[in-house]
C-alpha cells in the first residue's frame, strides 16, 4: 500500500510537471475555426452590457444583473424561468440561453429572436412586454424605439410590423435592380444600413438603390449538379455605378416622399440623420470624385433641399464616416467629425452652417463619439490622443483611451487609468462605463468605472494569460523610419522561444499595408495572432510594420497612397527589410511574406518589385489589377482610370508576371464578392504568358476569407508551403 501510495503520488507530480510544460499548440488551438480556439482566446463576460441602469450578462443558463454600485449580482433568470414565462405566452420554449440585445439603453428590456419571434422581456417585472410574428423572408430588422414599430426589407422592398401585428407595406418595387432598404454604396463611407427611424417615430427613412445599369457580375455555385450561375451588381473603377436616393415614409398619411438629391445621380449619399424634431434630414453628399463633400439638410416633409451647410474640399479626397451628432440641450447645434486639419477631430456647428469652433485638435485622432451626458455638458468619445492633456506630442496610435470634454469650458479629461487599448460602452444616464481593455500585459480586463471621476466602482473580469503553461514567443514593438527619412513606423518583431541569436532563422513578413487597417497595436500580444505564435515556436521570426497608407495616423500619413497604390507602402515595407537584414538571427536568404486582400497585392507586389528580396510569398484574396476592382475604393484612392492611367497601370501587376523569381502561392474563394476571382486567374493566364511557374490554390464555396471550420485548413496550406519553400 506504502508503494501504491508513493506512486501515484509520483504520478501526480509527472502529471502536474506535464501540464505545466504543454508543448503542442495546432492550428485547432490558434486559428478561429478550430476545435478548441476557445480555449486561446482571453476569457471575456458573454453578452455583457448595458440595460438601463443595469449591466447584465450570461453566464451558463443564468442572466445575471446589477446596478454599478451593487456588491454583488442577481440572477435575474434562468432559462427555465424564461421558457415558463414563454410558455405561459403560448410561444415555443428555447433549448439554450438565446441572444439577447437591449433595443432602448433607456429601459430595462431584452430582445431577442427565435424561431421567427421577436420578444421583448421586461426585467425589472420579469414578464414579456411585446412580441413580434417576424416574416421569414424578411431581413434588416430596424426598431423604431418611440413607438416599437419594426421596419424591415423583404424581396428587396420596405415593409413595417406594428405592435398589434399589422404588417404595412412601404415600397413595391417588383424590377430585381431596384433595391430598397439595404446598405448603399459597397458599405464604404461608414453605411452599415438602409433604414432610419426619424428620433420621434412618426417617419421612416430608407434608401432605395437602382443597380440597373450596373453590369452584372457572373458567381458560379459550383454546389449545384449543374452548377449555377449567381451574377450580383459590381461596378468597376471607370463604369457605370448605381444611382441612390432616400425615401421618407410618414406612419401618419401612408405617403412616401422622395428627397430631391438633384443631378449628377452618380454621387454618394452618406451618413444620413434626422433632426431631433423629425423634421429635416442631414446627408453628407459626395461627388463620384470624391474630392468634395458637401452638407447638406432636406425638408423631411416635402423632400425639398433646404440649405447647403457648408462644403469640404480636398485634392486627394474627402471621405465622411460619422453622421451629424445633435446636443441634446440644444437641437440647434451639432457635431461634425472631419480630418481637414490633418487627423480626424469634432467640430461644433450650427444647423445654420456657421461652424462655432473646433472642440479638439492635436496630432491625434478621435476614434469615435459615442455621445452626451443626459444634461448635454460632457461629450464622450474615444482617440489616440497622450493621456496628459498638456503635451504637444503626437499621440500613441497604438493605445485608444476614453475622453471627457465639458462642452461649456472645452476642458478634456482622459477617463482611464489603465495603459492600453479601452473599448467602452457607456450606459444611458452616461453615469457609468463598461470599460474592456487590454495591453501587452493585460489579455483582457473587465471593469466597470465611473464617469463623474473616473474612479474604478468594480472590477468584473481579470482574464488569465491562456497562454501561460506554453513556451511563448518573444513579441518585441519598436519604430523605425519610413523610406521618406522623417515618418515614424511601428513595427512588431515575434522571435521563437529560447531564441539562439548566433543562429540564422527563416523570416516571414505579414503584410497589409493599405487603408482602413492597423496590425501593430497596444492591445494583448500588440495585435499578434495565432499563426504568428505558431510560426514563431516552430522556428520563424514573424515581422509585422505598418507602414504609410495604413490607419490611425493621420490624413497625410493614410492619404499618401492616393493614385499611386504600393509605390509608398512597398517602400516602407523594404525599409522593414533592410531593418531585418540588420538582424544577426535572421537568414536574409530566406525571407518570406505572406498577406491577403490589400496584403495579397502587396505579397504579389513585392514578389515582382523587390525578387532579390524574398524567396517565398503566400497571397490570399489579391487585388491584381485595380481598374478591376469596385468604384467607391478603388476611385477614392486611384481617381477615375481616365483621370490617372499612368498611376492604374503602374499597379497592375499582370504587367509585371514575368518578374517571378520565387516561390508564389495564390489563393482565392470562388464566390469572392470583394476581389473577385477573376484577379488572381488572369494573373495565372499573365503568368503562363510570360513563362513563369505561379502555384494556385482555390477555396471554393468561399467569399473574401476563408472563415469557419476550414480556416485552420487555410493556414495549413500557407505553412506547409513556407515549410517546404522557406
Known amino acids: 500500500m506504502k508503494i501504491r501510495g508513493v506512486l501515484w503520488v509520483m504520478a501526480v507530480i509527472i502529471s502536474i510537471a506535464a501540464t505545466s510544460q504543454e508543448k503542442e499548440l495546432s492550428f485547432q488551438e490558434l486559428i478561429s475555426g478550430g476545435k478548441n480556439n476557445h480555449r486561446f482566446v482571453p476569457q471575456s463576460l458573454k453578452q455583457l452590457q448595458w440595460c438601463g441602469d443595469m449591466y447584465i450578462y ?44 437591449v433595443p432602448d439603453k433607456r429601459k430595462p428590456e431584452l430582445a431577442f429572436h427565435y424561431e421567427n419571434n421577436r420578444i421583448h422581456y421586461d426585467l425589472s417585472t420579469n414578464r414579456i412586454v411585446a412580441k413580434y410574428a417576424l416574416d421569414k423572408a424578411g431581413s434588416r430588422w430596424e426598431y423604431d424605439k418611440a413607438n416599437g414599430n419594426i421596419a424591415f426589407t423583404k424581396a428587396n422592398n420596405v415593409f413595417i410590423i406594428t405592435p398589434d401585428g399589422n404588417t404595412e407595406t412601404v415600397t413595391k418595387e417588383t424590377d430585381e435592380g431596384v433595391v430598397c432598404g439595404a446598405s448603399v454604396h459597397q458599405n464604404e463611407f461608414g ?59 410618414r406612419l401618419s398619411d401612408k405617403r412616401t416622399v422622395w428627397l430631391k438629391t438633384g443631378f449628377p445621380r452618380e454621387k454618394y ?8 424634431d423629425d423634421k429635416s434630414i442631414y446627408i453628407a453628399e459626395l461627388n463620384r470624385g470624391q474630392d468634395t463633400c458637401r ?66 485638435r492635436g496630432a491625434w ?15 464622450f468619445f474615444t482617440a489616440t490622443a497622450p493621456r496628459d492633456v498638456s503635451s504637444t506630442e503626437e499621440g500613441c496610435p497604438l493605445e485608444i483611451y476614453l475622453w471627457k470634454l465639458e462642452m461649456k469650458t472645452g476642458k478634456r479629461t482622459c477617463m482611464n487609468t489603465k495603459t492600453g487599448v479601452h473599448d467602452v460602452s457607456i450606459n444611458a444616464p452616461a453615469s457609468d462605463m463598461i470599460d474592456r481593455v487590454s495591453s501587452p500585459v493585460i489579455s483582457r480586463d473587465v471593469d466597470i468605472v465611473n464617469l463623474k471621476d ?15 503553461r506554453y513556451d511563448m514567443p518573444g513579441i518585441t514593438v519598436g519604430t523605425l523610419t519610413a523610406a521618406d527619412g522623417r515618418t515614424k513606423l511601428y513595427y512588431r518583431l515575434t522571435t521563437p522561444p529560447e531564441m539562439d541569436e548566433t543562429k540564422k532563422y527563416p523570416t516571414i513578413i505579414y503584410v497589409y499595408g493599405g487603408p482602413h487597417a492597423q496590425l501593430v497595436t497596444g492591445g494583448w500580444m500588440n495585435g499578434a495572432g495565432g499563426w504568428d505564435i505558431y510560426m514563431a515556436r516552430r522556428g520563424y521570426v514573424m515581422f509585422t510594420i505598418d507602414g504609410r497608407g495604413s490607419a490611425n495616423r493621420g490624413f497625410e500619413f493614410e492619404s499618401v497612397v492616393h493614385r499611386n497604390l504600393g509605390e509608398a507602402e512597398m517602400a516602407d515595407q523594404m525599409e522593414g527589410v533592410g531593418f531585418l ?43 491584381i489589377d485595380w481598374h478591376r476592382y469596385e468604384i467607391m475604393y478603388g476611385e477614392r484612392y486611384m481617381d477615375h482610370p481616365e483621370e490617372n492611367p499612368e498611376g492604374y497601370k503602374k499597379s497592375n501587376l499582370l504587367n509585371k508576371a514575368g518578374d517571378l523569381e520565387g516561390r508564389l502561392l495564390l489563393i482565392h474563394g470562388d464566390v469572392d464578392p470583394v476581389v473577385v476571382w477573376q484577379h488572381s486567374l488572369l494573373f495565372i493566364k499573365a503568368c503562363v504568358d510570360a513563362g513563369v511557374f505561379p502555384d494556385y490554390f482555390v477555396y471554393p464555396g468561399h467569399p473574401h476569407n476563408v472563415a469557419g471550420k476550414d480556416r485552420p485548413h487555410l493556414y495549413e496550406k500557407i505553412t506547409r508551403y513556407f515549410d517546404d519553400n522557406l
Request: proline share 6%; net charge negative; aromatic share 12%.
Open 269 to 276: 449619399l452618406t451618413n444620413i440623420a434626422w433632426s431631433p
Open 191 to 249: 453605411i452599415n444600413k438602409g433604414l432610419f427611424w426619424s428620433p420621434k417615430g412618426g417617419a421612416l427613412a430608407f434608401y432605395r438603390m437602382d443597380e440597373r445599369m450596373v453590369t452584372d457580375y457572373p458567381i458560379v455555385n459550383v454546389r449545384e449538379r449543374v452548377a449555377k450561375a449567381e451574377p450580383f451588381k459590381y461596378p468597376m473603377a471607370g463604369m457605370k455605378s448605381h444611382e441612390v436616393t432616400v425615401g421618407v415614409y
Open 58 to 101: 450570461v453566464k451558463g443558463d443564468s442572466l445575471l444583473a446589477a446596478l454599478p454600485a451593487d456588491k454583488e449580482e442577481r440572477v435575474a433568470f434562468t432559462r427555465d424561468q424564461l421558457n415558463e414565462t414563454l410558455a405561459s405566452a403560448g410561444l415555443p420554449t428555447i433549448g439554450s440561453m438565446p441572444g439577447f440585445f
Open 295 to 360: 452638407l447638406v439638410r432636406y425638408n423631411a416633409e416635402t423632400g425639398a433641399r433646404e440649405a447647403e451647410l457648408f462644403t469640404e474640399i480636398d485634392e486627394r479626397y474627402v471621405e465622411p464616416q460619422e453622421a451629424v451628432l445633435f446636443l441634446p440641450d440644444n437641437p440647434e447645434q451639432f457635431i461634425w467629425q472631419s480630418q481637414r486639419d490633418g487627423y480626424n477631430h469634432l467640430y461644433l456647428y450650427h444647423t445654420d452652417g456657421k461652424m462655432l469652433r473646433q472642440l479638439t
Open 454 to 468: 473616473g474612479r474604478e466602482v468594480k472590477s468584473l473580469l481579470s482574464a488569465k494569460n491562456p497562454f501561460e
Open 581 to 623: 537584414k540588420s538582424l544577426p538571427y535572421v537568414d536574409a536568404e530566406r525571407i518570406g511574406v505572406h498577406g491577403w486582400s490589400y496584403g495579397g497585392f502587396m505579397t504579389v507586389n513585392l514578389m515582382l518589385t523587390h525578387p532579390d528580396a524574398f524567396k517565398v510569398g503566400v497571397a490570399g484574396g489579391p487585388v
Open 365 to 379: 485622432l478621435v476614434k469615435e463619439a459615442l455621445g452626451f451626458d443626459e444634461k448635454g455638458r460632457n461629450l
